[in-house]
């Protein structure tokens, strides 16, 4: 079954500090991995995108890294700001060929961060 | 920026009516939308898949008289949540793909929600 599980559930941290977010899947086939950021009462906005190939994206203070072998994904917030207070969704796709593509979203992580 | 624009982003109703949605693509054609569902503090769950000029394709458990879709035009889909009642009370979004990327990697455009309130 295609799973997308996200730790930890919540976050507290002080502005200023840095913080990690993992992500587990088991999807199959793999095709790509995003994480996005989303604001309380909006849509999600897209961080980044990896590929099989590349363990590693940065998208300014934000990073992600990937180990397709283990099947797991992290994104690192540097130097957080009270602006990064928000849900931090991992999503990864699973493509079957052609026009078949589905997207399984993990559960999230909220993020608070304090002055 | 890609942008996707979605209409109402609140809207309150009386149990029983019905409500339209509409999502659109401001600057790129996109021949397949999706929608989903979102409850407090949890992900988001896709509904439906919207496919332009052809019926939808909905998710399991996902009723499609209950969630009409409409995907006319290559930059406008609607949902329609038909004889809304209190339970169908939620956070609906809406996302497109670019049709010019790669449809594998190419970037998913959210719209910034609606915010269903049946009474």
New interface residues.
């Given amino acids: 079954k295609n799973q997308v599980e996200q730790s930890p559930q919540s976050l507290i941290i002080l502005e200023g500090k840095n913080c990690t977010l993992q992500c587990n899947y088991t999807v199959s086939p793999f095709s790509n991995l995003r994480w996005y950021k989303q604001d309380t009462g909006r849509g999600p906005v897209s961080l980044t995108i990896m590929t099989f190939s590349e363990n590693t994206k940065s998208n300014g203070r934000y990073t992600a890294t990937l180990d397709a072998d283990t099947k797991q994904s992290s994104l690192h917030i540097t130097a957080s700001q009270l602006s990064d207070s928000a849900s931090y969704i991992c999503v990864v796709s699973a493509w079957y060929g052609g026009a078949t593509n589905k997207l399984i979203f993990g559960t999230g992580t909220l993020l608070a961060v304090q002055p | 920026g890609a942008v996707?624009s979605?209409h109402p982003s609140r809207v309150i109703c009386k149990s029983g009516t019905s409500v339209k949605i509409e999502c659109r693509s401001l600057d790129f054609q996109a021949t397949?939308m999706?929608w989903y569902r979102q409850f407090p503090?949890?992900?988001?769950?896709?509904m439906a898949t919207s496919n332009e000029g052809s019926k939808a394709t909905y998710e399991q458990g996902v009723e499609k008289d209950k969630f009409l879709i409409n995907h006319a035009s290559l930059t406008l889909s609607t949902l329609t949540v038909t004889s809304a009642h209190p339970e169908d009370s939620s956070?609906y979004?809406c996302?497109a793909r670019d049709l010019g990327l790669d449809?594998?990697?190419g970037?998913?455009?959210?719209?910034?929600?609606s915010?269903l309130t049946v009474l």
Avoid: P
Avoid at chain 2, 41 to 46: A, I, V, Y
Avoid at chain 2, 107 to 113: A, Q, S
């Fill in positions: 996707v979605q397949t999706f503090k949890q992900s988001l769950m896709l956070f979004i996302s449809f594998n990697t970037e998913l455009f959210f719209g910034e929600g915010r």
